[in-house]
T-cell receptor, first 112, second 117 residues
Framework: GENVEQHPSTLSVQEGDSAVIKCTYS??????FPWYKQELGKGPQLIID?????GEKKDQRIAVTLNKTAKHFSLHITETQPEDSAVYFC???????????FGGGTRVLVKP | SAVISQKPSRDICQRGTSLTIQCQVD?????MFWYRQQPGQSLTLIAT?????????ESGFVIDKFPISRPNLTFSTLTVSNMSPEDSSIYLC??????????????FGEGSRLTVL
């Protein structure tokens, strides 16, 4: 089955700096890669996703890149703000809308 | 996105008892899943809830321990049976987009936080 590795497990950045989280996956059949943000006491919230037919996608301060050859994808958050502090999860699946395999999560702390 | 309501939001349970978690969606959805998130950990898929048929369980999860019902396209239940402290987790319902508008995203409820004493 699919295996998703996520790094780093914790990330501390100064407000205004950028944060980068990296994930690798094992199943070459995976073609849908969402990112979720989970705040304390809440369920995961989808923040951005990318499908295998594109290499990059951007939404305001958030961007995701995908390298299918190397089987890795990354989340980039620019101009970080304290409200970006949360746990971020990457995930992979073989089809959008299908079951997801999650990475281990990254706890991001943005220091004011 | 679909609005997902889970009940209970949290509960404290005694060892050996069972608890049923409900997931209600505000629109008909094709795909529904149940995940477990152990304290400080990532999300692990328990099973896919299939409407009108038996759920499809992932390796390590069995129907006797986690029976699931899905009587229609807007509702599902997960029961955690014969609980032990190791079952203390957040249980999350996840659904796909509304039927007929499948954009591929999966959305999560707020979760049900169970503590087993």
């Amino acid at each position: 089955g699919e295996n998703v590795e996520q790094h780093p497990s914790t990330l501390s950045v100064q407000e205004g700096d950028s944060a980068v989280i990296k994930c690798t996956y094992s199943d070459s059949a995976s073609n849908y890669f969402p990112w979720y943000k989970q705040e304390l006491g809440k369920g995961p919230q989808l923040i951005i996703d990318i499908r295998s037919n594109v290499g990059e996608k951007k939404d305001q301060r958030i961007a995701v890149t995908l390298n299918k050859t190397a089987k890795h994808f990354s989340l980039h958050i620019t101009e970080t703000q304290p409200e970006d502090s949360a746990v971020y999860f990457c995930a992979a699946s073989q089809a959008a809308g299908n079951k997801l395999t999650f990475g281990g999560g990254t706890r991001v702390l943005v220091k004011p | 996105s679909a609005v997902i309501s889970q009940k209970p939001s949290r509960d404290i349970c005694q060892r050996g008892t069972s608890l049923t978690i409900q997931c209600q969606v505000d629109s008909q959805v094709t795909m529904m899943f149940w995940y477990r998130q152990q304290p400080g950990q990532s999300l692990t898929l328990i099973a896919t809830a299939n409407q009108g048929s038996e759920a499809t369980y992932e390796s390590g999860f069995v129907i006797d321990k986690f029976p699931i019902s899905r009587p229609n396209l807007t509702f599902s239940t997960l029961t955690v049976s014969n609980m032990s402290p190791e079952d203390s987790s957040i249980y999350l319902c996840s659904v796909g987009a509304r039927q007929g508008l499948d954009t591929g995203e999966l959305f999560f409820g707020e979760g049900s936080r169970l503590t087993v004493l």
